[in-house]
C-alpha cells in the first residue's frame, strides 16, 4: 500500500479534490445558504489561480530541497524508524487514528497561531479577505503560508512517526472536509446540529468568517469540532445571524478582494486600518 502511495498519492489525491470539489459546487448552486454580494465569475478565478499557484510554489519548493511533501517525511521516518509511531508495537490501526488526531489538532493549533501572530496574520488575511465564502475559499490561502503550512505539518510527522498511510488519509480528509465546512449550502438545522457534534459544519464554520473580532477569533477547526469545544474557542451561531451576518475583513468590504494580483501582494503592502487588529468597532 505505501509503495502505491509513493507512486500515486498525487493523482489519487486530486482525484478526490476534484471529485468533492465537483459535488460540493453542485450542492451550492442547489441549495444555496447565503445569496453571494460580489461577482462569482471574478471570485472563482482569483481562489483558483490563487490555489494553482500554491501548488506551483509547493512544487518548486520540492524542486529546490528535499522533497518538501508531508507524505515524504513520513515514507523517510518509517524507513528510519524515526518517531514515537514507528517505536511502540501498537496495532496499526490504532497508530492511524493516533496519527489522524495528533495533525488535526496540530492543524487548529497552526489557525490559531494565524490569528494571534501578527506576521502569520498577514498571510492569513488573504483567506478572510474573502467577502463570500464558498468551496473556493477553502482553497484561498497565500502560497508562503501554504509553505509554512507544509513545513509545519513535516515538523509534526517526523517526531510523531506517523505512517504514510495516515498522512495519505489526513491530507485527503482535511481537503475535502475544508471544502465541505466551507461550501456556501443550507444544511437542515437537525442535520448541522448532529454533524456539528463531530465534525465542523458550515454553518459553523461560517462564523470563523464574520467580520465581529470575537466569532472571526472562535471556531478554528476545519475537521473536527472537538478543538475548538475543548479549548473553548466555539461559538454557536453569528450575532447576525447566517443572512444577515457580514463575511470578510472590515477595511475590504469592497471588489479589491476578488483581484488576483491584489490579493497575493495583500501581506506585503501596507495594512489598512483594522485589518491588523480586526477591531470589534468595525464588526
Same mark, same amino acid.
Given at each position: 500500500?505505501?509503495?502505491f502511495?509513493g ?9 478526490m ?24 465569475q ?6 483558483l ?6 501548488s ?27 518517531g514515537?509511531?514507528n517505536?511502540?508495537?501498537?496495532? %496499526?490501526?490504532?497508530?492511524? *487514528?493516533?496519527?489522524? &488526531?495528533? @495533525?488535526?489538532?496540530?492543524?487548529w493549533?497552526? +489557525?490559531? /497561531? ?29 502560497p ?13 510527522v ?24 466551507h461550501?456556501?449550502? %443550507?444544511?437542515?438545522?437537525? *442535520?448541522d446540529?448532529? &454533524?456539528? @457534534? ?6 459553523? +464554520?461560517? /462564523?470563523?468568517h ?53 490579493s ?20
Amino acid at each position: 500500500m505505501d509503495g502505491f502511495l509513493g507512486q500515486s498519492d498525487g493523482v489519487i489525491r486530486f482525484a478526490m479534490f476534484a471529485g468533492v470539489f465537483l459535488l460540493m459546487a453542485l450542492i451550492e448552486l442547489v441549495w444555496p445558504k447565503r445569496t453571494l454580494s460580489v461577482s462569482k465569475q471574478r471570485r472563482w478565478l482569483t481562489n483558483l489561480g490563487i490555489s494553482l499557484t500554491d501548488s506551483i510554489v509547493l512544487r518548486l519548493m520540492a524542486m529546490l530541497a528535499v522533497p518538501v511533501a508531508a507524505i515524504a517525511a513520513a515514507f523517510y521516518v518509517q524507513a528510519h524508524q524515526i518517531g514515537l509511531l514507528n517505536n511502540v508495537s501498537w496495532p %496499526a490501526w490504532i497508530k492511524i *487514528v493516533v496519527a489522524l &488526531l495528533v @495533525l488535526d489538532l496540530a492543524i487548529w493549533a497552526q +489557525h490559531l /497561531v494565524s490569528h494571534k501572530v501578527p506576521v502569520f496574520w498577514r498571510l492569513h488575511q488573504v483567506h478572510h479577505a474573502d467577502r463570500d465564502i464558498d468551496v473556493t475559499t477553502a482553497v484561498r490561502f497565500h502560497p508562503v503560508e501554504i509553505g509554512l503550512s507544509m513545513l509545519w505539518k513535516i515538523v509534526v510527522v517526523v517526531p510523531l512517526g506517523a505512517s504514510p498511510l495516515a498522512v495519505f488519509l489526513f491530507e485527503v480528509i482535511l481537503n475535502a472536509c475544508a471544502m465541505f465546512n466551507h461550501a456556501n449550502v %443550507a444544511l437542515p438545522a437537525r *442535520v448541522d446540529g448532529v &454533524l456539528r @457534534l463531530f465534525v465542523v459544519t458550515p454553518d459553523m +464554520h461560517r /462564523v470563523h468568517h464574520s467580520v465581529i473580532r470575537r466569532e472571526h477569533d472562535s471556531n478554528y477547526g476545519f475537521n473536527l469540532s472537538l478543538w475548538d469545544r475543548l479549548f473553548r474557542t466555539y461559538t454557536a451561531q453569528p450575532e447576525a445571524g447566517h443572512q444577515g451576518m457580514t463575511i470578510g475583513l472590515p477595511p475590504y468590504q469592497s471588489e479589491a478582494p476578488t483581484r488576483f494580483g491584489w490579493s497575493l501582494w495583500l501581506p506585503f503592502g501596507q495594512q489598512a486600518s483594522g485589518a491588523r487588529n480586526r477591531d470589534e468597532a468595525s464588526g
